[in-house]
């Protein structure tokens, strides 16, 4: 869509629209269309990531981690500001959801 309808000003991302992304399949071989994306954040947050983890979970992280991801590849469409939602169930925690906004400014950094 980007490359058809973009530039874009600015683009914002939260946890559905990633997910009904990163569920996308093939509808010729059923393979996931992002699985080399996922296993790739997969072993960031594992590995060369794993320091910015913080408090969240494992599952929380590679989410984070995918949400960057995505929106790193419509940079190029996009002449304005990219923007990842922090985690909804931190929204009754001021501290939480600026830990949790760092961090992602943080994968985004890296």
């Given at each position: 869509?980007?490359?058809?309808?973009?530039?874009?000003?600015?683009?914002?991302?939260?946890?559905?629209?990633?997910?009904?992304?990163?569920?996308?399949?093939?509808?010729?071989?059923?393979?996931?269309?992002?699985?080399?994306?996922?296993?790739?954040?997969?072993?960031?947050?594992?590995?060369?990531?794993?320091?910015?983890?913080?408090?969240?979970n494992f599952k929380e992280f590679?989410?984070?981690?995918?949400?960057?991801?995505?929106?790193?590849?419509?940079?190029?469409?996009?002449?304005?500001?990219?923007?990842?939602?922090?985690?909804?169930?931190?929204?009754?925690?001021?501290?939480?959801?600026?830990?949790?906004?760092?961090?992602?400014?943080?994968?985004?950094?890296?």
């Amino acid at each position: 869509v980007a490359e058809k309808l973009g530039p874009f000003v600015d683009c914002t991302s939260n946890q559905a629209i990633a997910y009904f992304e990163l569920i996308k399949v093939n509808p010729d071989t059923g393979a996931l269309l992002h699985k080399d994306l996922i296993n790739e954040a997969i072993a960031d947050a594992s590995g060369r990531l794993s320091s910015l983890k913080g408090l969240a979970n494992f599952k929380e992280f590679v989410v984070e981690i995918l949400m960057v991801k995505l929106q790193l590849r419509l940079i190029q469409h996009v002449t304005g500001f990219i923007h990842v939602q922090t985690n909804p169930k931190l929204a009754y925690s001021t501290t939480y959801t600026v830990e949790n906004a760092k961090r992602i400014v943080d994968i985004f950094k890296s």
